[in-house]
Nanobody
Framework: QVQLVESGGGLVQAGGSLRLSCAAR????????MGWFRQVPGKEREFVTV????????YYADSVKGRFTISRDNAKKTVYLQMNNLKPEDTAVYSC????????????????WGQGTQVTISS
């Protein structure tokens, strides 16, 4: 059974930082590109960032470029999202997702999803 379990969400003030983690179980982690998406109520899920299977390639949405950093540890089967200089508009439920083979930005391209972790930024 495949499981992606996120952790690290919470409430922080604007300008602060959070680090999210996503631990994978039941998949050959190194075979999957890993992405982070976010969603607020009433809106579609939004692509945030993705990292390639080896970790050698990354891609970011313009809205987070320069503030967020994605990384992965294949030995620990975990992907991370370091979020700095957080803004109120970053408030959302953040979910990790696994995509077989190459990186992608489309929601429908991903095979497995975590339940999500709430990130709330106060102004």
């Amino acid at each position: 059974q495949v499981q992606l379990v996120e952790s690290g969400g919470g409430l922080v003030q604007a300008g602060g930082s959070l680090r999210l983690s996503c631990a994978a179980r039941g998949i050959t982690f190194s075979n999957y590109a890993m992405g982070w998406f976010r969603q607020v109520p009433g809106k579609e899920r939004e692509f945030v960032t993705v990292i390639s299977r080896s970790g050698g390639s990354t891609y970011y949405a313009d809205s987070v470029k320069g503030r967020f950093t994605i990384s992965r540890d294949n030995a620990k089967k975990t992907v991370y999202l370091q979020m700095n200089n957080l803004k109120p508009e970053d408030t959302a439920v953040y979910s990790c997702a696994a995509k077989s083979r190459e990186i992608g930005t489309g929601v429908n391209e991903y095979n497995y999803w975590g339940q999500g972790t709430q990130v709330t930024i106060s102004s």
